[in-house]
């Protein structure tokens, strides 16, 4: 399993992949990184999480949304 670091966003915006680990630790210290540098009021929070694979890693980033699903970017 990998560990994927997403920029969750929390309006309109398309969530951003920062990066992809094998190594959960490395991936839990990338997370606290970037989440440390987020300032109030930013459109995003950062998680990271595992996935079997991009395509999963793309649907639990989106289902983390706070927007409503009628509202986010649709295609690529």
């Given amino acids: 399993m990998r560990y994927y670091v997403y920029a969750i966003h929390t309006d309109d915006t398309r969530n951003r ?3 992809v680990f094998d190594n959960l630790a490395e ?21 990271m999480f595992p996935a079997q694979n991009v395509e ?13 699903p009628d509202a986010q970017l649709t295609g690529a």
């Fill in 17 to 19: 992949l920062h990066d």
């Fill in 27 to 47: 991936a839990a210290a990338i997370e606290r990184e970037l989440q440390s540098r987020t300032q109030p009021g930013d459109n995003y929070f950062v998680r």
């Fill in 56 to 68: 999963e890693a793309r649907v639990k980033a989106d289902r983390m949304r706070t927007v409503p």
